[in-house]
């Protein structure tokens, strides 16, 4: 209610989308004289507290609106000189990205509205210069200052100080004294506009050929998708810069997304030489003050080409040309909390809705994509050559029934052997296993205990480096005790199984010389270390790289030349339906890593099932022939990309409370063509941080309108007490 009375006649109403999980936008009186347009921010009351929220829509007569007596008044709209109104297409796609994940409006929204300081005019800031006066008293500490103050621009008071090594005192005293002189500093560091052919490069043919029909969709501006499948190394990189540099010169803003672990300082020094500028950055890792200049320099449209993980697509873009998604295959662009959204398929939707092209990059293309290409849907353009001399690298198997390891140790002899060569001429070798920590179990060799967590129902990982066992799940962490904690029998605990730590264990015992670099994601402690790891990996301080996951991405270590795998089964059996094309992906980008310099590399991966057509297919790069079999395979099932493929989580603080919800809820489900509801069944993992977890499996035939029928069947679904619902369209995960 306002204040005073109103007249409502001729008072104008908005609606106003909050950042919080509401059904929907709500009303508020426009201020009398103000005026409001859509995408403009402003301060609502909400309840006792002041929210920050988005006009979502044009204003209209308060009297049009439900109970109008009742509208409260928008508390202050934020100038569009300081926060340019949100445009129409990202309101678009943030509608649209709610209504597909069946998330609330306002709870996508937030991925927009993250840097609130951002709103508000620029904090004008002042520095400091020598004015060439000098002051009656002059003490060493203040000469030491106006000898700094005399170089350079104009000088931050704290960096002044610091400088000189005195306190801000001194440089408080020599500004009053007139002998430094105050100057405004741009509050936010200017972005630098990036140069189309700062630093061009020649392609080759097939590089060639690829970059014009990238040129070409940028210039036709309009919605294209283009899917560059090359092998790794053949430059992909470099022809996606290609379009970029056609849509910098057009005067548009560029995207490039990457799978956050793979946003390094590798590659954002690449964009700076390409294009003669730093580009922006976008990730979780960021600083406050950086994300701030980074929201306003897109948002006036400074900033020019963002390279960024998947929350980037909600940044408040205002002349979006062109979105690249590097990497386009990789699982770390599903987002699987909060808003469950794949960042691919949004960029897709976002460039559709915007009218502009899309080009995917990989060298191991998800099966979506590539059906989308067999479709007609997405142009495909192939390099099927490494770059220069580099050729791809020869995979070999080791059958570890034939060749095992000795016993207690993880490295077969042929691989053994294969790394003691390569380090031997001096090139860098990799070992990579997808599993952290020392080993994956820990159990009694007196009773047969196992440690698990208490929270989840998973087993605990030894960790030796941090002499910890800790839950991959939850973060539950256990110091490892003498005894065991059931029988009490002491130093009878025994690992089992490797995991990365422990192979490094072994390789540091077998290659004492070795200079071993492991990478692995908790290990790393930031982004910082890891950046530098890589630096330094390049530049050769290592020559043993010994890692999870993390070493798949994208990296180029040019004197890399063997590629060896510890344990390629892992993952294959996990029930998951895109188990083997994911591990195809892993295997394959891991290969990809040996011989991008000037020699050639080889991959050595080790297996208990070499007759395994995955395997097979491997080492005689039919890639080709693998994915035809995984394609035939999938639309026999009616598995995604044929079918569709949703699911609904609940979970609650005990088992019977999750069971009970979900057995009403499976009563609900409607009727329905083409759709089948699997479950409810325990999750996979059935417990995670304390809370009990249930699942339903909706399969679906394309074509069917899964959002509608999710609808109908939760209508009026209202989950009570601790039982939480949680829907996943489009599931990439299945635990
Ligand atoms: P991809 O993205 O396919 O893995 P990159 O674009 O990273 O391949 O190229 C691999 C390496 O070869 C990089 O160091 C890149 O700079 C170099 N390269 C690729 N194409 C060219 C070219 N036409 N001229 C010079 N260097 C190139
Ligand atoms: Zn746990």
Redesign the pocket.
């Known amino acids: 209610m306002t204040d005073e009375a109103r007249d409502l006649s001729t008072a104008q109403a908005a609606d106003v989308l909050l950042p919080l999980a509401l059904d929907g936008a709500y009303s508020y009186l426009v201020p009398e004289g103000a005026r409001v347009q859509p995408g403009c921010y402003v301060q609502v009351p909400l309840g006792p507290q002041m929210r920050i929220g988005i006009v979502w829509g044009d204003p209209k007569p308060a009297l049009e609106c439900d109970k109008p007596e009742r509208l409260r008044e928008i508390a202050h709209i934020y100038d569009v000189q300081d926060a340019p109104p949100l445009p129409d297409l990202n309101r678009k796609f943030i509608d649209w990205v709610a209504a597909y994940t069946m998330s609330p409006p306002g709870q996508v929204m937030r991925m927009t509205l993250r840097v609130p300081a951002a709103l508000e005019p620029p904090p004008v800031r002042y520095g400091y210069r020598a004015s060439g006066f000098q002051p009656e008293r002059l003490t060493p500490q203040r000469a030491r200052v106006l000898e700094v103050a005399g170089e350079g621009p104009a000088w931050a008071g704290s960096d002044l100080a610091s400088a000189a090594g005195v306190s801000s005192a001194v440089v408080k005293g020599l500004s009053e004294a007139g002998a430094l002189e105050k100057i405004a500093l741009p509050a936010h560091a200017p972005f630098a506009p990036p140069l189309p052919q700062a630093g061009p ?4 043919g097939d ?1 060639e050929q690829a970059a014009k029909v990238l040129r070409r969709a940028v210039i036709a501006r309009d919605f294209s998708v283009t899917l560059i499948d ?10 996606y810069f290609e379009a970029v540099a056609a849509a910098v010169s057009a005067g548009k803003q560029v995207l490039i997304l990457l799978p956050e672990i793979a946003l390094t300082g590798q590659f954002i020094a ?1 964009v700076e030489a390409r294009f003669g500028a730093a580009p922006a950055g976008w990730h979780s890792g960021m600083k406050p003050k950086e994300r701030e200049r980074v929201w306003r320099g897109v948002a006036h449209g400074h900033a020019k080409i963002v390279v960024g993980a998947r929350s980037a697509l909600f940044l408040p873009w205002t002349n979006l040309g062109l979105i690249v998604v ?1 990497e386009e295959h990789e699982s770390a662009y599903k987002q699987e909390d909060g808003v469950r959204y794949h960042a691919r398929d949004m960029a897709v939707v976002l460039a559709a809705l915007g009218k502009f092209p899309l080009v995917l ?1 990989s ?1 191991t293309p998800s099966l979506e994509s590539l059906v989308n290409v067999d479709r007609g849907r997405y142009e495909l353009v192939c ?1 099927p050559d ?3 001399r ?1 050729v791809l690298p020869k995979i070999d198997l080791v059958d570890m029934r034939e060749t095992p390891a000795e016993r207690g140790t993880w490295l077969s002899p042929p691989l053994v052997n294969a790394v003691a060569e390569t380090l031997k001429s001096g090139d860098q070798a990799m070992l990579f296993l997808n599993r952290r920590g020392y080993a994956p179990l820990t159990l009694c060799r007196a009773c047969g205990y196992r440690f698990e967590c208490p929270n989840c129902q998973a087993w605990l990982v030894e960790h030796r480096f941090r002499r910890q066992l800790v839950c991959h799940h939850c973060g539950y962490t256990a110091r490892i005790p003498n005894a065991c904690p059931s029988c009490g029998t002491e130093d009878a605990l025994v690992p089992c199984g490797p995991g990365v730590e422990r192979v490094a264990e072994e390789a540091l015992a077998r290659f004492p010389d070795a200079r071993i670099a492991i990478l692995s994601s908790d290990m790393i402690y930031g982004s910082d270390s890891l950046r530098q790891v890589l630096a330094e990996i390049v530049a050769g301080k290592h020559n043993l790289i010994i890692g999870t996951q993390l070493v798949a991405k ?1 990296h ?1 270590f ?1 004197q890399l030349t063997l590629a060896g795998v510890v344990d390629a089964d892992i993952g294959l059996e996990n029930g998951d339906p895109r188990a083997g094309e994911r591990t195809w992906q892993l295997l394959a980008q891991v290969s990809g890593r040996a011989g ?1 310099g000037e020699k050639p590399g080889r991959a050595i991966i080790q297996t208990h099932m070499p007759e395994h057509n995955l395997m097979q297919a491997l080492v005689a790069g039919d890639r080709d022939g693998y994915l035809a079999h995984e394609k035939h395979m999938r639309e026999r099932m009616d598995l995604p990309p044929y079918g569709r493929l949703t699911g609904l989580i609940i979970s609650a603080a005990s088992m019977g409370d999750a069971e009970r919800f979900a057995r009403e809820l499976a009563l609900r489900a409607p009727p329905a063509e083409g759709v089948r509801v699997l479950g409810p069944a325990p999750a996979p993992l059935a417990m995670v941080r304390g809370r009990h977890r249930v699942r339903f499996l909706v399969k679906s035939q394309r074509g069917v309108n899964i959002q509608a029928f999710l609808a109908a069947w939760l209508d009026g679904v209202k989950p009570k007490g601790s039982v939480r619902l949680a829907v996943d369209v489009d599931a990439y995960s299945f635990l």
């Open positions: 490069v020649t392609l080759s590089q090359g092998v790794t190394g053949s430059g992909k990189t470099e022809v690449r590097d990059a060298a390099l490494r770059h220069g580099a994208g180029h040019p991008r």
